[in-house]
């Protein structure tokens, strides 16, 4: 089984629009995870750390939900710049951190 | 500070040559490693670093050197160039902060082997 699992999209919306995607991982142990954004032919950026608390930034949330094994993501008023693909990374410790191939979104006017 | 810094940003190389690809972060990071990226596909690892001097491999390790002589700077050296090694090049690094390793990434490297 993977380390992470995420629907590959794309997810199409509309500009103003809100979006949420999941990441289901498999190992139980996994304390806190990270969310990187990926635009095309570029280099992922990291958009938010993910603790048992969750995370807010802006119009970005993110929850994590032990019990079920997933990690949503959450973005309200979706932007133009908001395109991109979006990875979810179980944050190991190891300095080996495994992304997948994450969800794409694509925002159009 | 200018984060991580690749270079080149792209290469051609025929099959069987030799080259390095440069990393260097101002950061004072601990942590460094290299990932490749082909169409369609998550990153993979290729080889990290954990400090001066250590090196280990990462998931996909063959064809590839790694050394670390310096805190600042951590090349990839491919030792015969093949086809299967075109691909996208990252080169990514961390530090302990408060139990977060968040990566800072570089460019990348666009590699075709001809």
């Known amino acids: 089984r993977k380390e992470v699992e995420q629907d590959p999209g794309p997810f199409n919306v509309p500009e103003g629009a809100t979006v949420a995607f999941n990441c289901t991982y498999s190992n139980s142990a996994s304390q806190s995870f990270f969310w990187y954004r990926q635009d095309c032919r570029k280099e992922p950026k990291l958009l938010m750390s993910?603790?048992?608390s969750g995370n807010e930034d802006g119009r970005f949330t993110a929850q994590l939900n032990r019990a079920s094994q997933y990690i949503s993501l959450l973005i309200r008023d979706s932007k133009l710049s908001d395109s991109a693909t979006y990875l979810c990374v179980p944050n190991t410790g190891f300095q080996k951190l495994v992304f997948g191939t994450g969800t794409r979104l694509l925002v159009s006017p | 500070n200018a984060g991580v810094t690749q270079t080149p940003k792209f290469q051609v190389l025929k099959t069987g040559q030799s080259m390095t690809l440069q990393c260097a972060q101002d950061m004072n990071h601990e942590y460094m490693s290299w990932y490749r990226q082909d169409p369609g596909m998550g990153l993979r690892l290729i080889h990290y670093s954990v400090g001066a001097g250590i090196t280990d491999q990462g998931e996909v390790p063959n064809g590839y050197n790694v050394s670390r002589s310096t805190t600042e700077d951590f090349p990839l050296r491919l030792l015969s160039a093949a086809p299967s090694q075109t691909s996208v090049y990252f080169c990514a690094s961390s530090r302990l902060v408060g139990g977060n390793y968040g990566y800072t990434f570089g460019s990348g490297t666009r590699l075709t082997v001809v």
């Open positions: 993910v603790y048992s």
